[in-house]
């Protein structure tokens, strides 16, 4: 397996020089200075691909974020984008969704509900907005709390053609009296067809004593059997996952996790799905 291809599927830079980026002003004090990829290549970190997120500047400059994100290689071995989207704002989204699609890179957006109300994946603009998704063959990454998932299991629902991707498992609650409803939510997910899961986030929502295979072992399991190696992918949540200890102790928990599984089905893991749900989509034949 150490020779098997990697692609990250989770990764953000930010640049504060170049953008606003509002909830960094109370981050851990470690994520307020600008991540770029020579701090990303600093540690070490040596994917064969990169999928880079949005990373939550102001909505105003989403777009240029995108542009930027595209721009990136060969600083960082960039192949694909996720980009901020105002899936909840009507008036804006065309003129977004066709800017976005003149980037070659560019193959899914993300409109972060992890802190807002429930009720906004239930809004009939917002359901609209994800269904626009499709004429652009765009991705949809899931960022939710676990009080989310029942409005997004109805979300899914209601855009059979537009494939979603969950970030960061839902990010649970890790804790053993939250394991069953996080469970159940997410069987119910994955009976959608048009859902996968990142592999990510874990060790930010775990408190200190909890980072270990011990612990989360069971989370990562529950969902690489209810989705299946081919509908789960890695990701690192780069630089969030330093806050949670950093690469090789998540790379060695996955490493750990994947042990009772065939090559054919780790191999998902670490770079098919990604590449069956992000690379394969960029247009590099676009302007």
Known sequence: MNSARIIDSHVHFWDRERFTTLWLQDADAALQPSHLPRDLAATGWSADAIVAVQAECVPEQGIAEARWFSQLAPEAPV??????????????????????????????VRRLLQDENPQLARSPEFVRGVQALAAYDFTMDLCIRQLHFPAVIELVA????VQFVLDHLGKPTIQADAFDSWAADMDRLAALPNV????????????????????????????????????????SDWPVLNLGGGFELWKGMMFDVLDGFSGDEAAHVWSGTAEAIYLSRTRRDAP
């Open 158 to 161: 209601q855009c059979p053609d």
């Open 79 to 108: 192949e694909a984008v996720v980009a901020f989207a105002p899936l909840d704002v009507p008036s804006d989204l065309p003129a977004h969704l066709a800017a976005l699609a003149e980037l070659p890179l560019v193959v899914g």
């Open 196 to 235: 996968v899961v990142k592999l990510s986030g874990l060790l930010t929502e775990a408190a200190p004593d909890q980072r270990t295979t011990a612990t989360l072992a069971p989370w990562l399991r529950h969902a690489l059997e209810t989705f299946g190696p081919a509908r789960c992918m890695f990701g």
